[in-house]
DNA sequence: GCTAATGATACCATATTAGTATCTTTTGTC
DNA sequence: GACAAAAGATACTAATATGGTATCATTAGC
């Protein structure tokens, strides 16, 4: 039961990373950094950026740089970016077989517990994750 | 991100219509009920019962029933039996790398949010989804 | 002994996750 | 302009988890 996946997860450290410098960063800097395999670091990077989080430099002196401001990174975005729709599940059993129709308590119970999940995980920012 | 996979799914259907009929239930019984693949409703079932939550007659006549009370089973137990250990996520970087250590904001947020779904999640237990 | 049931186990298919490799494009520096 | 250092694009591979199937063994009632 993953909520975050590594990609989302070296992600976000690399996002941490780079608010924190306030300058432009580069791969290998990431990389060593945060010791984590240099190709796949860049794909996450080059996701990060063609999804409007981070502006990117190419050729020397080039790297990669916060579009926006932290606190107006949502941990959420990033989880979306790499893992798809933010939602926990829905129903798995075909049709007509649940005895209430609408009204099955498990899924009731599930989707609170989801909602509630979602809501906190909304709050986080970037911000609030480096200003510690 | 799914919080609950499908043999669980397909498992706590299964020991709520197994709950609600209070007799010895037969696979083929369910998988009429549910509508489930035969193969996969007895390798749910068997795993059930090796764990301790069903109790199973071998032979003619046989079948699961329930081995303990509704209120007493929690759907996190269940999830635990499929799903491995129930927490959201550890720390995917390699010791050292987080600047913090031991106190790691993000770490700590994901955390709260993990303890609140757990707390959530382990309240809910088989009688309190049959009885709606 | 037959049949209807579960137990044990091994196997297969698909999807997701994690990671690698390679070639192209851009840009600053000499 | 050549070179080097960066990102962009894209395709491929490996590992793991999920979802499902198949088969033979064992047990127990009739
Ligand atoms: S069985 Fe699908 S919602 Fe209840
Ligand atoms: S980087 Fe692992 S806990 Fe912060």
Redesign the interface.
Known sequence: ????T?NT??A??AV?YIAQQKKVITVTELVN????PRSFMRKILQKLSKEKILESYKGQGGGFRLRILPKKIFIVQI?RIF??P????G????KD?CP?KG?C??RK??N???N??LM??RQ?NIA???K?
């Open positions: 039961m993953k909520l975050i590594r997860d070296y976000l450290r941490c950094v945060l010791g984590v989880m893992q798809g933010v939602s926990l599940n129903c798995f059993l075909k077989v209430n009204k308590l498990l119970k599930i609170i517990i989801e509630n999940a906190q995980l986080i609030s994750i480096i510690g």
